[in-house]
């Protein structure tokens, strides 16, 4: 068992600050680096000490893995946390942390490989009698790759085969698609992945993205800690996630889980993962990938079991069990987690860019808010367009699904176009209060989510403040007596 | 002794941008379009008014000529526009310029200047946020400038490319 | 100055009986008032609208500062003329305040016989204009007509005060260094095409606004050319070709905004100041004039009672109070403004004219404006025992 006395962020906006909290709490001192173009993340004054990395554009700097191990070892760290995306699931990078002589939070760099590329991941999970959708893998043979796709039948996903978190997948649904399918899916991963291989699969229609937060300790110990429904997504990014999933049957729910479990200590799985299912309207649920890190919606998780999954990611790290068996696990209400990015929703989600001019920070009982964000933040192209998260908890699914809906309309972000009024017309959704939610949610009632018009008496009190806010405005100096005659006709 | 009567402000929405509208505020009132509304200011930022004989809140910020509303939870972009200015300003670059839809990086390049096209032919693809988009030409014409780079940023609106129809003087 | 105390008794049969009669009247008259300034068919307000034409009362809401008073000149003129159908013979005239300064406008009605110019309707821009001169106004021209009503043209232009004297009013304000302004949102044609050209600045309104001495008709007639309105006189041509025009707006509005800057950059003129105090409203209530004033001309009142009702505080300064009581002398202010009071109270006597004539004299030292209050049943002539024959008085 290692103590952490001081602990390495590899990582910036909300998953920084949110892992700074859970570090001061247990009295470990954190590092967080900066780049000199994005100098507004919350938890550049909330850590102990922050060091300055360099790289063009900015987000080459949390690619850096010398220029990050470094910086570690210059602020005499003995741990570092990779949070999500960038190197969290990067083997190297475990490896090299590893050699520096540095604790990795997270699972050892074998494991990171194995359930990191798909197809290796998949073959383990099917000799652990993992159910999975038929696939088709390019490795393989890749000229008869696009035969043996075909053969898989339609509708099909086509998606590369390092990739994850929704880049470089295609569906193709007729054979016409598929060439088209194959070349761009190709393109994008060889571009973010930095490898083109290709993998194919069954593609269930309404499936339902059902993920379970699994840990493991390095004494051989795994649990799972309930299941999330990531099913709201657009782009194949997930927008909502809630845990328990709704109307999942309990019997599903524990073969899941159970699955789940097995197969991560089958993988001597150490620290967080999260194992994601896709489950068919028949009830049939299958493997698709699992990843090796603490997740975005890992809060919903926290607000059902009352536990800090970042605390229990230190502890493990430094060696210690896991502070609790399967059976200590309760579940209890209901959490919704809803992702407020910096983009048009009505206009196709296309992103934008601005400037956090105003900031407001919806409160209430059951309410958490992981901003990435302070007031006067530019929010640029550079860097993902997640702002913040808005995490609610209640007794039970209704009552989680009102407080979002109050905190969504107290979310504030003035100077950038955010989804937060989408996200509520989602949440407002009958189908969503009926827990009728699978990955084709937002396609299908695309009509019913657009945007109410604006009533012209709405226009006009917006036009009003909008007056009333605006600085310097010309003024006209009305002499007397016609200042006090006012509006005066004969 | 000069007393101030009325600023005078006009403004149109982002999303309406044939309309224009005057605004004045008036020490008992702020007239819109001559209607007068009862708006008052709560905290920086917060402002309350009526809808429907109730009371809600509504935020704003300024930013330059920008005004960010929101009002319950729905944000608008309001600008602030000079009434001696023509409405009709025409887009600079002209009906063959294409503008991008968002801020992003060039990916890669189809065409080269001096290359003659037809309209719908893909000219450059470009990337922003996981998202890759195809700029194809709105016009038969000849390109006349690729402005930008692979792997160059630009920023929404920014011109990407410029096209001639055969003939023009640009 | 000191108030004027009020005898009246408001709970009176005759004070009611007063207010019930003057209401009535008063009410015929603003309904009257009302119909000539709003009532318009409604295809002549579709023409307009299909034009993308404003009316005349909201391109003067949008020239004018907001919540400003505009004190209109001539609302009734042709009230029973050309069959009662021409209200305000189809101008609408006035002083309004435009970023703090008085101006007047002279505005043609297009939704009245498309703002074509009556003998009368020359008369009212005459008038405007000679106003503008004796009060050094800045005059802004709405101009938007279709012409002059060519059945009755033989008595728009001849006559010294008829058309002509439009335009040398115009180049009398010029030399007197009163800026004009004209906003060209129809056609200007011929005679009508003066105006704009005779301004110190134009703005012509793309698409709808034209100037020209004579129309298309009239050029193919004389030339067999066949041309567009908007090439031969429209705001493109004329200020980029012949620069007759100045600015070019593409809408009304736009127009509006533009005439509002162009002004603000003229200068002001220098005026004679006023003695002017902060305003203060009468201490009797104005609206018990209705029952004040009696509705037989015959029965007598005692005109300060009108006095108290008008004027600031119900301040009165009395000059002779003694002396020629049938004339009321005295200064007061109304809002906040300084002026001297002349007021029938009965009638003219000798030495009420000779007391009026010298307050008169008073006054015009000082520059102290005049107000008369004018309630005149005769005049008496009497002998007196004076050496002036009295009938030398009454011309006082």
């Given at each position: 068992?290692?103590?952490?006395?001081?602990?390495?962020?590899?990582?910036?906006?909300?998953?920084?600050?949110?892992?700074?909290?859970?570090?001061?709490?247990?009295?470990?001192?954190?590092?967080?680096?900066?780049?000199?173009?994005?100098?507004?993340?919350?938890?550049?004054?909330?850590?102990?000490?922050?060091?300055?990395?360099?790289?063009?554009?900015?987000?080459?700097?949390?690619?850096?893995?010398?220029?990050?191990?470094?910086?570690?070892?210059?602020?005499?760290?003995?741990?570092?946390?990779?949070?999500?995306?960038?190197?969290?699931?990067?083997?190297?990078?475990?490896?090299?942390?590893?050699?520096?002589?540095?604790?990795?939070?997270?699972?050892?760099?074998?494991?990171?490989?194995?359930?990191?590329?798909?197809?290796?991941?998949?073959?383990?999970?099917?000799?652990?009698?993992?159910?999975?959708?038929?696939?088709?893998?390019?490795?393989?043979?890749?000229?008869?790759?696009?035969?043996?796709?075909?053969?898989?039948?339609?509708?099909?996903?086509?998606?590369?085969?390092?990739?994850?978190?929704?880049?470089?997948?295609?569906?193709?649904?007729?054979?016409?698609?598929?060439?088209?399918?194959?070349?761009?899916?190709?393109?994008?991963?060889?571009?973010?992945?930095?490898?083109?291989?290709?993998?194919?699969?069954?593609?269930?229609?309404?499936?339902?993205?059902?993920?379970?937060?699994?840990?493991?300790?390095?004494?051989?110990?795994?649990?799972?800690?309930?299941?999330?429904?990531?099913?709201?997504?657009?782009?194949?990014?997930?927008?909502?996630?809630?845990?328990?999933?709704?109307?999942?049957?309990?019997?599903?729910?524990?073969?899941?889980?159970?699955?789940?479990?097995?197969?991560?200590?089958?993988?001597?799985?150490?620290?967080?993962?999260?194992?994601?299912?896709?489950?068919?309207?028949?009830?049939?649920?299958?493997?698709?990938?699992?990843?090796?890190?603490?997740?975005?919606?890992?809060?919903?998780?926290?607000?059902?079991?009352?536990?800090?999954?970042?605390?229990?990611?230190?502890?493990?790290?430094?060696?210690?069990?896991?502070?609790?068996?399967?059976?200590?696990?309760?579940?209890?209400?209901?959490?919704?987690?809803?992702?407020?990015?910096?983009?048009?929703?009505?206009?196709?989600?296309?992103?934008?860019?601005?400037?956090?001019?105003?900031?407001?920070?919806?409160?209430?009982?059951?309410?958490?808010?992981?901003?990435?964000?302070?007031?006067?933040?530019?929010?640029?192209?550079?860097?993902?367009?997640?702002?913040?998260?808005?995490?609610?908890?209640?007794?039970?699914?209704?009552?989680?699904?009102?407080?979002?809906?109050?905190?969504?309309?107290?979310?504030?972000?003035?100077?950038?176009?955010?989804?937060?009024?989408?996200?509520?017309?989602?949440?407002?959704?009958?189908?969503?209060?009926?827990?009728?939610?699978?990955?084709?949610?937002?396609?299908?009632?695309?009509?019913?989510?657009?945007?109410?018009?604006?009533?012209?008496?709405?226009?006009?009190?917006?036009?009003?403040?909008?007056?009333?806010?605006?600085?310097?405005?010309?003024?006209?100096?009305?002499?007397?007596?016609?200042?006090?005659?006012?509006?005066?006709?004969? | 002794?000069?007393?101030?009567?009325?600023?005078?402000?006009?403004?149109?929405?982002?999303?309406?941008?044939?309309?224009?509208?005057?605004?004045?505020?008036?020490?008992?009132?702020?007239?819109?379009?001559?209607?007068?509304?009862?708006?008052?200011?709560?905290?920086?930022?917060?402002?309350?008014?009526?809808?429907?004989?109730?009371?809600?809140?509504?935020?704003?910020?300024?930013?330059?000529?920008?005004?960010?509303?929101?009002?319950?939870?729905?944000?608008?972009?309001?600008?602030?526009?000079?009434?001696?200015?023509?409405?009709?300003?025409?887009?600079?670059?002209?009906?063959?310029?294409?503008?991008?839809?968002?801020?992003?990086?060039?990916?890669?390049?189809?065409?080269?200047?001096?290359?003659?096209?037809?309209?719908?032919?893909?000219?450059?693809?470009?990337?922003?946020?996981?998202?890759?988009?195809?700029?194809?030409?709105?016009?038969?014409?000849?390109?006349?400038?690729?402005?930008?780079?692979?792997?160059?940023?630009?920023?929404?609106?920014?011109?990407?490319?410029?096209?001639?129809?055969?003939?023009?003087?640009? | 100055?000191?108030?004027?105390?009020?005898?009246?008794?408001?709970?009176?049969?005759?004070?009611?009986?007063?207010?019930?009669?003057?209401?009535?009247?008063?009410?015929?008259?603003?309904?009257?008032?009302?119909?000539?300034?709003?009532?318009?068919?409604?295809?002549?307000?579709?023409?307009?609208?299909?034009?993308?034409?404003?009316?005349?009362?909201?391109?003067?809401?949008?020239?004018?500062?907001?919540?400003?008073?505009?004190?209109?000149?001539?609302?009734?003129?042709?009230?029973?003329?050309?069959?009662?159908?021409?209200?305000?013979?189809?101008?609408?005239?006035?002083?309004?305040?435009?970023?703090?300064?008085?101006?007047?406008?002279?505005?043609?009605?297009?939704?009245?016989?498309?703002?074509?110019?009556?003998?009368?309707?020359?008369?009212?821009?005459?008038?405007?204009?000679?106003?503008?001169?004796?009060?050094?106004?800045?005059?802004?021209?709405?101009?938007?007509?279709?012409?002059?009503?060519?059945?009755?043209?033989?008595?728009?232009?001849?006559?010294?005060?008829?058309?002509?004297?439009?335009?040398r009013n115009q180049c009398t304000l010029s030399k007197m260094g009163v800026p004009q302004i004209a906003v060209v949102l129809g056609h200007c044609t011929a005679g009508g095409a003066y105006i704009p050209a005779l301004c110190d600045y134009s703005v012509i309104v793309r698409g709808n606004g034209g100037v020209f001495l004579g129309g298309p008709p009239l050029v193919k007639a004389a030339t067999g050319e066949v041309v567009t309105a908007e090439a031969l006189g429209g705001a493109t041509m004329h200020t980029t070709v012949s620069g007759t025009c100045d600015y070019a707006a593409d809408d009304e509005p736009h127009a509006m905004a533009m005439a509002r800057d162009i002004f603000a950059n003229t200068s002001p003129i220098p005026k004679q100041t006023i003695d002017r105090i902060d305003a203060e409203p009468?201490?009797?209530?104005?609206?018990?004039?209705?029952?004040?004033?009696?509705?037989?001309?015959?029965?007598?009142?005692?005109?300060?009672?009108?006095?108290?009702?008008?004027?600031?505080?119900?301040?009165?300064?009395?000059?002779?109070?003694?002396?020629?009581?049938?004339?009321?002398?005295?200064?007061?202010?109304?809002?906040?403004?300084?002026?001297?009071?002349?007021?029938?109270?009965?009638?003219?006597?000798?030495?009420?004219?000779?007391?009026?004539?010298?307050?008169?004299?008073?006054?015009?030292?000082?520059?102290?404006?005049?107000?008369?209050?004018?309630?005149?049943?005769?005049?008496?002539?009497?002998?007196?025992?004076?050496?002036?024959?009295?009938?030398?008085?009454?011309?006082?």
């Amino acid at each position: 068992m290692t103590t952490i006395r001081k602990l390495f962020i590899a990582n910036r906006a909300e998953i920084a600050l949110r892992i700074v909290h859970t570090a001061r709490r247990m009295g470990i001192a954190t590092v967080v680096p900066m780049h000199n173009q994005d100098q507004f993340g919350p938890a550049l004054t909330e850590a102990d000490e922050t060091v300055e990395i360099f790289g063009t554009p900015a987000v080459a700097a949390w690619l850096d893995i010398p220029g990050l191990i470094r910086a570690a070892l210059d602020t005499g760290c003995d741990a570092i946390h990779p949070g999500y995306g960038f190197l969290s699931e990067n083997a190297t990078f475990a490896k090299a942390v590893e050699l520096a002589g540095l604790i990795f939070v997270g699972p050892p760099a074998p494991v990171i490989e194995l359930m990191g590329d798909k197809i290796t991941a998949r073959r383990f999970a099917v000799a652990q009698g993992m159910p999975v959708t038929l696939s088709a893998d390019e490795a393989e043979d890749p000229t008869t790759f696009e035969k043996r796709a075909l053969a898989i039948g339609f509708p099909l996903l086509v998606k590369g085969a390092a990739g994850g978190g929704g880049k470089g997948m295609q569906i193709a649904r007729r054979v016409e698609d598929l060439a088209n399918a194959i070349s761009v899916a190709r393109a994008e991963s060889q571009r973010y992945f930095g490898d083109g291989r290709l993998f194919a699969e069954r593609f269930v229609e309404q499936p339902r993205h059902i993920e379970v937060q699994v840990f493991g300790d390095t004494q051989g110990h795994v649990i799972h800690l309930g299941e999330r429904e990531c099913s709201i997504q657009r782009r194949f990014q997930k927008l909502i996630e809630e845990s328990p999933a709704p109307k999942l049957p309990d019997g599903l729910r524990n073969r899941i889980c159970d699955a789940a479990v097995k197969l991560a200590a089958a993988a001597k799985y150490v620290n967080a993962g999260t194992v994601e299912c896709i489950v068919s309207p028949d009830g049939e649920f299958f493997f698709l990938e699992m990843n090796t890190r603490l997740q975005v919606e890992h809060p919903v998780t926290e607000m059902v079991t009352g536990l800090d999954l970042v605390e229990l990611q230190l502890r493990v790290a430094q060696g210690e069990p896991l502070p609790l068996d399967q059976g200590d696990v309760q579940f209890s209400g209901h959490a919704i987690e809803c992702r407020i990015l910096a983009e048009d929703a009505d206009a196709g989600f296309v992103p934008d860019t601005g400037k956090v001019l105003l900031l407001g920070i919806p409160a209430g009982p059951g309410v958490r808010f992981d901003s990435g964000v302070t007031a006067g933040a530019p929010v640029t192209a550079d860097f993902d367009s997640m702002l913040a998260k808005l995490v609610v908890h209640g007794a039970d699914r209704t009552l989680a699904i009102s407080r979002m809906r109050s905190a969504l309309a107290d979310t504030t972000m003035l100077g950038v176009t955010i989804n937060n009024d989408f996200l509520s017309r989602v949440l407002h959704h009958p189908a969503f209060a009926r827990g009728e939610t699978d990955t084709g949610f937002l396609e299908r009632h695309k009509a019913e989510l657009a945007p109410a018009v604006f009533t012209d008496d709405e226009r006009q009190l917006m036009l009003a403040v909008a007056a009333s806010a605006a600085p310097d405005i010309s003024a006209t100096r009305i002499p007397e007596p016609y200042a006090s005659m006012g509006a005066w006709r004969n | 002794m000069a007393q101030l009567i009325a600023k005078m402000i006009t403004l149109q929405f982002s999303d309406m941008p044939d309309q224009r509208h005057q605004v004045q505020l008036r020490t008992n009132a702020v007239y819109v379009n001559g209607r007068p509304l009862q708006v008052r200011k709560a905290a920086a930022g917060s402002f309350t008014g009526m809808l429907d004989g109730r009371t809600v809140r509504l935020r704003a910020v300024a930013h330059g000529d920008t005004l960010y509303v929101q009002l319950r939870g729905r944000g608008v972009r309001i600008d602030r526009v000079d009434p001696t200015r023509a409405r009709a300003a025409a887009t600079p670059g002209g009906a063959g310029a294409s503008h991008a839809p968002m801020p992003g990086v060039v990916i890669s390049l189809l065409v080269a200047a001096g290359q003659q096209v037809k309209a719908g032919d893909d000219l450059l693809v470009i990337e922003s946020m996981k998202l890759q988009m195809t700029i194809s030409a709105s016009l038969d014409g000849e390109v006349v400038e690729l402005p930008l780079a692979v792997g160059q940023t630009f920023q929404r609106n920014d011109i990407l490319v410029r096209l001639q129809t055969c003939g023009d003087t640009a | 100055m000191s108030r004027i105390v009020s005898k009246i008794d408001a709970g009176s049969a005759g004070y009611k009986k007063n207010q019930a009669a003057m209401a009535q009247k008063v009410e015929a008259l603003q309904s009257r008032v009302h119909k000539a300034r709003f009532e318009r068919p409604e295809r002549d307000i579709e023409r307009l609208r299909s034009q993308k034409k404003l009316t005349v009362r909201e391109r003067l809401d949008l020239l004018l500062d907001p919540g400003t008073p505009f004190l209109e000149i001539g609302t009734l003129v042709a009230n029973k003329a050309y069959e009662g159908e021409v209200h305000g013979a189809g101008q609408v005239s006035g002083i309004g305040i435009i970023h703090g300064r008085e101006v007047i406008v002279h505005a043609d009605d297009p939704s009245i016989k498309g703002g074509a110019w009556y003998p009368l309707s020359v008369k009212k821009i005459v008038r405007t204009l000679d106003i503008a001169i004796e009060n050094r106004l800045p005059v802004i021209h709405l101009c938007d007509s279709a012409g002059g009503f060519l059945p009755l043209q033989s008595e728009l232009f001849p006559d010294r005060h008829a058309a002509g004297r439009i335009f040398r009013n115009q180049c009398t304000l010029s030399k007197m260094g009163v800026p004009q302004i004209a906003v060209v949102l129809g056609h200007c044609t011929a005679g009508g095409a003066y105006i704009p050209a005779l301004c110190d600045y134009s703005v012509i309104v793309r698409g709808n606004g034209g100037v020209f001495l004579g129309g298309p008709p009239l050029v193919k007639a004389a030339t067999g050319e066949v041309v567009t309105a908007e090439a031969l006189g429209g705001a493109t041509m004329h200020t980029t070709v012949s620069g007759t025009c100045d600015y070019a707006a593409d809408d009304e509005p736009h127009a509006m905004a533009m005439a509002r800057d162009i002004f603000a950059n003229t200068s002001p003129i220098p005026k004679q100041t006023i003695d002017r105090i902060d305003a203060e409203p009468p201490f009797y209530d104005p609206k018990e004039l209705y029952g004040i004033v009696p509705t037989d001309w015959k029965t007598g009142f005692d005109m300060r009672e009108v006095i108290a009702r008008i004027v600031d505080g119900s301040k009165l300064h009395e000059y002779q109070p003694d002396y020629g009581t049938t004339m009321i002398c005295g200064y007061a202010r109304i809002w906040g403004c300084k002026v001297g009071i002349l007021a029938n109270n009965g009638v003219l006597f000798n030495d009420s004219s000779l007391k009026a004539a010298h307050f008169m004299r008073l006054c015009d030292r000082d520059r102290t404006p005049l107000v008369f209050l004018q309630n005149i049943t005769g005049t008496w002539w009497a002998v007196n025992t004076r050496s002036e024959a009295s009938p030398r008085m009454a011309p006082r």
